[in-house]
C-alpha cells in the first residue's frame, strides 16, 4: 500500500471530463469558468487511473468506472486528447 | 454459533444464489460467486442481511434462524402471560420482506457439489393455528422446507417459552457446513474452544496456527485451557512467563484466529465474516489478505465477508495480483426504494481499487 490509501475519488457531478494532464485539466478548467458552461468534474487520466497518466492512462481509467457506486449518476463522459497524430481519435476508438 | 455437523466430503463453491422476501431483499441475484467476495455498501442496505440469507440458505438448517436472531442481539421469549398473534408474529417477522409474515422466504442455491437446493421458509401452519386460537399457550413453528434432488425435507422451529430454548420437529438433512460471525467484539468462548478442539483431535490446528504467526510472530503456542471454569483459548507468547488467554493478549488477534480456524474447521464450506476489518492494525491487512486468500484455497473454503474500510479494500491488491478471478466486490444498494446488489469480478475490481476509486 502506498501513501494514497485515504485518498479515494468519486463521481461528484453528473457531467464527466477526462483529460490527458494537468494542463489540459487546467484550461479545460478556464474555458468552462469562462464561456459559462454547465458544470463538469474534471480529472486528468493519471489520476483517474491510478496508473498512468496521458492517453496510456485512458484505458485503465474508463475499464472500471462503472464499478463506483456514484456511476449510475453520470449522465455523460467526455474524452479530452490531444490530436498527436492523424490516427489518434481512431487509436483512441480502437482502445 | 456453530450448527454440529461432519466435515464435508468434496469441495462445495456456491456458485449462484436467488432468495425472495428475506430481511430488506424483495429479490435478489448472485450469479457468478468467487472464492473471496467482498460485501460493500452504505448501512442499512443489506450487507449482514445478505450473509444471513446465505447462512439461511446454505446451511438449509432452522437452527440458523435461531443464530442470526441473537447475532442481532434479539434475545428468545420467555413465558408470556397472553400470548397473542401479534406476539407470536413480531417473534419471526423481521425474517420476512417487509415485515410480512404472510410471504414465504424462497431461496435457490447452486453449488458445485449438490447442484440446486431450494428452501422456503414460512409462518402458514402457524397463522392457522393463531386464528383458531388468539392465545397460544405455545408458540407455533416456523416451517422449513428443503429441496434436493427430488427429496423434500420438511423441519419445524419452535420455541419452548418454559426454557426459551429451541425445539425441532423433523428431519435435520446435514448439508455442508458453514459457518457465520458477527460484527461484534463479543467472543463465543465455547465456539472458538469447539472449533479449536476439533481441529486439534485431527491434527489440522497447525495451519491456522502457522498462518496467524505470519503476522504476530509473538504468539508461541495457542492451547485450551480452563479461565476459572470455562474452557478458553489461552497463548503463550514470546517474552511473558505465564500463558494468558488470547483476548488478554489482544481481541483483534482473537477476531483474526477464529476467521482462520473456522476457515480450518469448515474445510469444503463456507465462512460468512461481517466487518471482517475489525480490530485488525491497518498495516497488517495486506498479509491477512494474502494468508486468507491462501487459507481459502488450502482448505477449499469460500469466504463472503463485508466491510466498511477503504483500508480494508486497498489492502486486497496484493493478494488480488496473484489470483484476480478469485475476488468478487458485491455492493449492496438501495434504488428507488428496493435493495439491489451489484457485482463485479476480477480485474475490473481490481482495476478500481488501483484507481483509489470510492466504490463502496
Known amino acids: ?95 | 454459533m456453530v450448527l454440529a455437523a461432519d466435515f464435508a466430503k468434496g469441495y462445495r463453491m456456491i456458485k449462484s444464489f436467488e432468495i425472495r422476501n428475506f430481511r430488506c431483499f424483495e429479490q435478489i441475484q448472485l450469479k457468478d460467486l468467487r472464492t473471496i467476495n467482498l460485501i460493500v455498501g452504505d448501512n442499512a442496505s443489506g450487507k449482514t442481511a445478505l450473509n444471513e440469507a446465505l447462512y439461511l440458505s446454505a446451511t438449509g438448517n432452522p437452527n440458523a434462524a435461531v443464530l442470526i436472531r441473537q447475532q442481532r442481539q434479539r434475545t428468545l421469549p420467555q413465558i408470556a402471560m397472553n400470548w397473542s398473534s401479534e406476539l407470536f408474529q413480531s417473534l419471526w417477522a423481521d425474517l420476512f420482506y417487509n415485515f410480512d409474515p404472510n410471504l414465504n422466504i424462497w431461496a435457490e442455491l447452486v453449488d458445485s457439489l449438490h447442484g440446486t437446493i431450494n428452501i422456503t421458509v414460512s409462518l402458514s401452519e402457524a397463522k392457522d393455528k393463531i386464528k383458531a386460537s388468539p392465545e397460544l399457550s405455545a408458540i407455533p413453528p416456523l416451517l422449513f422446507k428443503r429441496f434436493r434432488k427430488g427429496k423434500t425435507t420438511t423441519t419445524k422451529l419452535s420455541i419452548d417459552t418454559k426454557t426459551a430454548q429451541p425445539v425441532f420437529d423433523g428431519r435435520i438433512d446435514p448439508l455442508p457446513i458453514c459457518y457465520i460471525l458477527p460484527s461484534t467484539q463479543q467472543f463465543y468462548w465455547l465456539d472458538m474452544a469447539n472449533l479449536y478442539s476439533d481441529l486439534s483431535k485431527n491434527k489440522l490446528e497447525l495451519p491456522a496456527i502457522n498462518a496467524i504467526r505470519q503476522d504476530f510472530p509473538q504468539l508461541a503456542e495457542v492451547l485450551i485451557l480452563l479461565d476459572s471454569t470455562t474452557p478458553v483459548l489461552f497463548a503463550e507468547v514470546t517474552n511473558l512467563k505465564n500463558r494468558i488467554p488470547l483476548t488478554v493478549v489482544s481481541s483483534g488477534i482473537t477476531r483474526y484466529l477464529n476467521i482462520l480456524l473456522a476457515i480450518s474447521r469448515y474445510k469444503n464450506g463456507v465462512v460468512l465474516v461481517d466487518e471482517i476489518e475489525n480490530g485488525i492494525y491497518w498495516k497488517k491487512l495486506p498479509n491477512v489478505w494474502k494468508v486468507l486468500r491462501a487459507l481459502c484455497r488450502e482448505c477449499d473454503v469460500q469466504l463472503f465477508a463485508t466491510t466498511h474500510s477503504n483500508e480494508c479494500l486497498q489492502a486486497l491488491i496484493p493478494a488480488m495480483e496473484e489470483a484476480p478471478n478469485d475476488f468478487c466486490l458485491l455492493r449492496t444498494e438501495v434504488q428507488h426504494g428496493k435493495h439491489v446488489i451489484s457485482q463485479f469480478y476480477g480485474d475490473k475490481f481490481l482495476t478500481a481499487l488501483e484507481q483509489h476509486a470510492e466504490i463502496r
Request: aromatic letters at 10%; proline letters at 2%; hydrophobic letters at 40%.
Open chain 1, 1 to 95: 500500500m502506498d501513501e494514497r490509501v485515504d485518498l479515494t475519488w468519486r463521481f461528484e457531478k453528473d457531467r464527466f471530463i477526462l483529460c490527458e494532464g494537468i494542463d489540459d485539466k487546467n484550461f479545460l478548467d478556464c474555458l468552462i469558468k469562462q464561456r459559462q458552461l454547465p458544470d463538469f468534474q474534471i480529472m486528468d487520466s493519471n489520476q483517474a487511473s491510478g496508473k498512468a497518466g496521458g492517453k496510456t492512462g485512458f484505458w485503465p481509467a474508463l475499464k472500471a468506472f462503472d464499478v463506483q457506486a456514484a456511476f449510475k449518476n453520470l449522465k455523460g463522459i467526455a474524452i479530452v486528447t490531444d490530436n498527436d497524430t492523424v490516427n489518434t481519435c481512431l487509436e483512441m476508438e480502437r482502445e
